[in-house]
C-alpha cells in the first residue's frame, strides 16, 4: 500500500498560488493517470489539472476557492487501487478548521486596536487576489493601503493581509497621518436605484475583468488619439492572395497577422510606447510581445499573446495568431499563452464597431483599437487632379498613459501604424 502525495502543480514561472475552483474526484473515488482531477485558477487562466497517478482518492486537503500555495499537498492518493475507508471527517474537518479560523479572525476584528494613525503605503498596486481577499473581508483599497507591506518594491503579501487580520485590523477606522487635502476630489458614494429585474451574478472572470479594468482607469489617466488609414491598398493584396496563402504555408491570411506586424514595425520606431511604470521608474521593455484581445465562448475578453512579433514573418505571425484564436474559443489557453503582453491590440471592427475607446490592459501604457474596414467615397488626388473614389477605411484608436507618453508620442505612434497599413506593399510575395 502506497500514499502518494498530490501536489499543486507548477502553473507558470511567475505564478506562485492558484485557487482551487472545483474538484473532478471524491473522497473513495477511483482515478487514472492523466484523467482530470480538479480544475484551478490564477490571476491569468482557468487550468484543469490531470492526476500524474492511478489509484483511489483517500483524502482531498483543500475545498473548492481555496488559494494554495505552488507545491502544496493538496490530496492524497492511495496507489494500490484498493479502497480504504476514509475517515468520515477527513475533508469535513478542513471544512471546519477553515471555518474556525474565519470565526476566530471576525471575533478578533470586534476588538481593534485604538491606533491614531497609520502611515500610507507608496505603492498602491494590488493584485487580484489581494483584492479577493479584501472582497470576502470587506476591506476597502483605503484600508488596504494602510496595511504595513513585506514584498518587494513595498508591495502587498498575502501573508501581510491574513496577519493584519489575525491582528485585529487595527488601523480600520483610523486616518492616514498624511494631511488630506481639503480641496481634494472625493468620490461620492450616492445612493441609486438600480432598478428592478433578473439578477446574474458575474463569474470569477468577469470579476477579474471589472477589477482590471476600474484599477485601469483609476492608476492611468487615459487620452485617446485617432487617425483614419485608407487600406484600400493592403485589402486588395489580402483578397488577392488569402487563397494561395493558404494553399502554400495550410493557414489563413486574416488581417489580424497584418496588423500585428505593422504594430510591431511601430513600435520598434517608438520604443517608449512599449513600456511599464514603476513607481517613478519606467521600464523600456526587451521584447516586443503583442497581445490579441479576445473573446471567449463566454463572452469575456481574453488577452493571448503573440511573442517577440517584430522579429517574426508574415507566415509565422499568421500561424501564431490562428493558433492562439482557436485554442481562445476552445478555452484551451495556456499560462504561458496570456504571459508578458508588452502591447495590446483591440479589433473592436469585428463586432461591427467604427472605431472605440479601449481602456489599458494594465501593467502596460498604451492600446490600440481598430475598427470595421469600411468602404467610403473619398477625394484622392490623381493626375487630372481630386477626383472621388470608393477606398476602404479604417479607424485607429490609441488610448495611451499620459503620466509618461505624451500627446507628441501617442499622435506619431498611432500615425506611423497607419502609414505602415496605406504604404503596403502590394508587390509582396507570399
Same mark, same amino acid.
Not at 476514509?86 to 474556525?100: A, C
Not at 485608407?230 to 502554400?248: C, G, M, P, S, Y
Given at each position: 500500500?502506497?500514499?502518494?502525495? *498530490?501536489?499543486?502543480?507548477?502553473?507558470?514561472?511567475?505564478? $506562485?498560488?492558484?485557487?482551487?475552483?472545483?474538484? *473532478?474526484? +471524491?473522497? %473513495?473515488?477511483?482515478?487514472?493517470?492523466?484523467?482530470?482531477? #480538479?480544475?484551478?485558477?490564477?490571476?491569468k487562466v482557468d487550468?484543469?489539472?490531470?492526476?500524474?497517478?492511478?489509484?483511489? &482518492?483517500?483524502?482531498?486537503?483543500?475545498?473548492?476557492?481555496?488559494?494554495?500555495?505552488? %507545491?502544496?499537498?493538496?490530496?492524497?492518493?492511495?496507489?494500490?487501487?484498493?479502497?480504504?475507508?476514509?475517515?468520515?471527517?477527513?475533508?469535513?474537518?478542513? &471544512?471546519?478548521k477553515s471555518q474556525?479560523?474565519?470565526?476566530?479572525?471576525?471575533?478578533?476584528?470586534?476588538?481593534?486596536?485604538? #491606533?491614531?494613525?497609520?502611515?500610507?503605503?507608496?505603492? $498602491?498596486?494590488?493584485?487580484?487576489?489581494?483584492?479577493?481577499?479584501?472582497?470576502?473581508?470587506?476591506?476597502?483599497?483605503?484600508?488596504?493601503?494602510?496595511?504595513?507591506?513585506?514584498?518587494?518594491?513595498?508591495?502587498?503579501?498575502?501573508?501581510?493581509? *491574513?496577519?493584519?487580520?489575525?491582528? %485585529?485590523?487595527?488601523?480600520?477606522?483610523?486616518?492616514?497621518? &498624511?494631511?488630506?487635502?481639503?480641496?481634494?476630489?472625493?468620490?461620492p458614494q450616492p445612493?441609486?436605484?438600480? %432598478? $428592478?429585474?433578473?439578477?446574474?451574478?458575474?463569474?470569477?472572470?468577469?470579476?477579474?475583468?471589472?477589477?482590471?479594468?476600474?484599477?485601469?482607469?483609476?492608476?492611468?489617466?487615459?487620452?485617446?488619439?485617432?487617425?483614419?488609414?485608407?487600406?484600400?491598398?493592403?485589402?486588395?493584396?489580402? +483578397?488577392?492572395?488569402?487563397?494561395?496563402?493558404?494553399?502554400?504555408?495550410?493557414?489563413?491570411?486574416? *488581417?489580424?497577422?497584418?496588423?500585428?506586424?505593422?504594430?510591431?514595425?511601430?513600435?520598434?520606431?517608438?520604443?517608449?510606447? +512599449?513600456?511599464?511604470?514603476?513607481?517613478? +521608474?519606467?521600464?523600456?521593455?526587451?521584447?516586443?510581445?503583442?497581445? !490579441?484581445?479576445?473573446?471567449?465562448?463566454?463572452?469575456?475578453?481574453?488577452?493571448?499573446?503573440?511573442?517577440?512579433?517584430?522579429?517574426?514573418?508574415?507566415?509565422?505571425?499568421?500561424?501564431?495568431?490562428?493558433?492562439?484564436?482557436?485554442?481562445?474559443?476552445?478555452?484551451? #489557453?495556456?499560462?504561458?499563452?496570456?504571459?508578458?503582453?508588452?502591447?495590446?491590440?483591440?479589433?473592436?471592427?469585428?463586432?461591427?464597431? &467604427? !472605431?472605440?475607446?479601449?481602456?489599458?490592459?494594465?501593467?502596460?501604457?498604451?492600446?490600440?483599437?481598430?475598427?470595421?474596414?469600411?468602404?467610403?467615397?473619398?477625394?484622392?488626388? $490623381?493626375?487630372?487632379?481630386?477626383?472621388?473614389?470608393?477606398?476602404?477605411?479604417?479607424?485607429?484608436?490609441?488610448?495611451?498613459?499620459?503620466?509618461?507618453?505624451?500627446?507628441?508620442?501617442?499622435?506619431?505612434?498611432?500615425?506611423?501604424?497607419?502609414?505602415?497599413?496605406?504604404?503596403?506593399?502590394?508587390?509582396?510575395?507570399?
Amino acid at each position: 500500500m502506497s500514499r502518494f502525495e *498530490f501536489k499543486m502543480p507548477k502553473l507558470g514561472e511567475s505564478i $506562485t498560488e492558484a485557487a482551487i475552483i472545483t474538484w *473532478f474526484k +471524491n473522497v %473513495g473515488d477511483t482515478i487514472e493517470q492523466d484523467e482530470m482531477f #480538479l480544475e484551478v485558477a490564477t490571476d491569468k487562466v482557468d487550468s484543469e489539472v490531470p492526476s500524474t497517478v492511478s489509484g483511489v &482518492v483517500e483524502e482531498i486537503l483543500f475545498k473548492a476557492n481555496e488559494v494554495i500555495k505552488i %507545491g502544496d499537498t493538496i490530496a492524497i492518493i492511495k496507489t494500490d487501487g484498493k479502497t480504504l475507508k476514509t475517515k468520515k471527517n477527513v475533508t469535513s474537518s478542513t &471544512v471546519e478548521k477553515s471555518q474556525k479560523k474565519k470565526a476566530n479572525v471576525q471575533k478578533t476584528e470586534k476588538k481593534p486596536k485604538q #491606533l491614531a494613525t497609520a502611515s500610507q503605503n507608496n505603492n $498602491t498596486f494590488f493584485s487580484p487576489l489581494i483584492i479577493s481577499i479584501a472582497k470576502e473581508y470587506h476591506i476597502s483599497f483605503e484600508e488596504l493601503a494602510r496595511i504595513p507591506a513585506t514584498g518587494n518594491d513595498g508591495r502587498l503579501r498575502k501573508s501581510d493581509v *491574513f496577519q493584519y487580520i489575525k491582528e %485585529g485590523r487595527p488601523y480600520k477606522f483610523v486616518q492616514p497621518s &498624511v494631511t488630506q487635502d481639503p480641496t481634494a476630489y472625493r468620490i461620492p458614494q450616492p445612493n441609486l436605484d438600480k %432598478g $428592478t429585474g433578473k439578477i446574474v451574478k458575474m463569474d470569477r472572470m468577469r470579476q477579474m475583468i471589472a477589477d482590471r479594468m476600474v484599477y485601469s482607469k483609476h492608476t492611468s489617466p487615459h487620452v485617446t488619439a485617432y487617425v483614419e488609414a485608407d487600406l484600400t491598398d493592403l485589402v486588395a493584396w489580402r +483578397n488577392a492572395n488569402k487563397i494561395a496563402f493558404q494553399e502554400k504555408h495550410n493557414c489563413k491570411l486574416t *488581417f489580424t497577422p497584418l496588423f500585428v506586424e505593422a504594430v510591431a514595425k511601430a513600435v520598434k520606431d517608438f520604443p517608449m510606447i +512599449n513600456v511599464s511604470v514603476d513607481g517613478q +521608474n519606467i521600464i523600456v521593455k526587451e521584447h516586443i510581445n503583442i497581445g !490579441m484581445a479576445t473573446a471567449l465562448p463566454s463572452g469575456n475578453l481574453i488577452v493571448p499573446v503573440v511573442k517577440d512579433a517584430d522579429k517574426k514573418s508574415l507566415k509565422e505571425l499568421a500561424a501564431d495568431v490562428n493558433k492562439l484564436s482557436a485554442k481562445a474559443r476552445d478555452n484551451k #489557453l495556456d499560462p504561458e499563452d496570456i504571459k508578458g503582453s508588452t502591447f495590446t491590440i483591440s479589433n473592436v471592427g469585428t463586432f461591427g464597431s &467604427v !472605431m472605440g475607446t479601449p481602456i489599458i490592459n494594465q501593467p502596460e501604457v498604451a492600446i490600440l483599437a481598430l475598427g470595421i474596414i469600411k468602404k467610403r467615397p473619398e477625394v484622392i488626388e $490623381t493626375e487630372k487632379g481630386d477626383e472621388i473614389a470608393i477606398r476602404s477605411i479604417m479607424y485607429l484608436s490609441l488610448s495611451f498613459d499620459h503620466r509618461v507618453v505624451d500627446g507628441y508620442l501617442g499622435g506619431s505612434f498611432v500615425r506611423r501604424v497607419a502609414d505602415y497599413l496605406e504604404k503596403f506593399d502590394v508587390n509582396r510575395k507570399i
